[in-house]
């Protein structure tokens, strides 16, 4: 099993940064972190989980929601097992608890259901 936890989640005023980390333990089948390719996805009360970010096994490849494109960097550091979502120019449309996942298949995807490993999120809430 391979275990996701998020951090760096909080208030924040509207055109301020926040960046989100992710840190994986735990193995499954053997996989290191650096077999996954890592997502960043987002959900509000009422609303299905939405596609952000991922960032492909090497780091070399990366993808965004056109919602935070522009705004939003996704990155990893395969030494530490941990991915980062760095968010600038926040808008209050940016509050919902951000999720980080793991997929063990090359294959893009922005469907959730696709992803094997969910953290269990942290909450990101941004004041007007």
């Known amino acids: 099993q391979v275990q996701l936890v998020e951090s760096g989640g909080g208030l924040v005023q509207a055109g301020g940064s926040l960046r989100l980390s992710c840190t994986a333990s735990?193995?499954?089948?053997?996989?290191?972190?650096?077999?996954?390719?890592m997502g960043w996805f987002r959900q509000v009360p009422g609303k299905e989980r939405e596609f952000v970010a991922r960032?492909?096994?090497?780091?070399?490849?990366?993808g965004y929601a056109d919602s935070v494109r522009g705004r939003f960097t996704i990155s990893r550091d395969n030494a530490k097992n941990t991915v980062y979502l760095q968010m600038n120019s926040l808008k209050p449309e940016d509050t919902a608890v951000y999720y980080c996942?793991?997929?063990?298949?090359?294959?893009?995807?922005?469907?959730?259901?696709?992803?094997?490993?969910w953290g269990q999120g942290t909450q990101v809430t941004v004041s007007s």
């Open positions: 996942t793991a997929d063990s298949s090359p294959i893009w995807t922005r469907q959730s259901s696709r992803y094997d490993y």
């Open positions: 735990g193995r499954s089948s053997g996989r290191t972190f650096s077999y996954y390719a």
């Open positions: 960032i492909s096994q090497s780091g070399d490849s990366t």
